[in-house]
Nanobody
Framework: VQLQASGGGLVQPGGSLRLSCVAS????????MGWYRQAPGKQRVLVAS???????KYADSVKGRFTVSRDNAKNTVYLQMNSLKPEDTAVYSC????????????????????WGQGTQVTVSS
């Protein structure tokens, strides 16, 4: 099982970026997918998450600017980031909570807090 994030980059203040994270492997369920970020010298914090049923949650700092969405059939979560600010600069990481998958032997396994690699987002003029 692998979580692959993409879409980061350098953008000017007020600009937009769209992050994507694809979960691949012999996956049969993912309860919640989300995005966390970690700025230099700070702790990793939740940015946004979405359940398999579509219930979304956002950090107060991004409400009204960021939108999280999900394609369950593709095991993919997106983060549309608009009106970006310099304080949004961070490494953004994808998370899957209660991810169910089959091992090579065909046994079902459910794991909590499965992480992908991060993607750098830099907001600067």
């Amino acid at each position: 099982v692998q979580l692959q994030a993409s879409g980061g980059g350098l953008v000017q203040p007020g600009g937009s970026l769209r992050l994507s994270c694809v979960a691949s492997g012999r996956i049969f369920s993912i309860e919640t997918m989300g995005w966390y970020r970690q700025a230099p010298g700070k702790q990793r914090v939740l940015v946004a998450s979405i359940t398999s049923g579509g219930t979304a949650k956002y950090a107060d700092s991004v409400k009204g600017r960021f939108t999280v969405s999900r394609d369950n059939a593709k095991n993919t979560v997106y983060l549309q980031m608009n009106s970006l600010k310099p304080e949004d600069t961070a490494v953004y990481s994808c998370n899957a909570d209660y991810l169910g998958y089959y091992t090579d032997d065909g046994a079902p396994v459910q794991t909590k807090d499965y992480w992908g690699q991060g993607t750098q987002v830099t907001v600067s003029s």
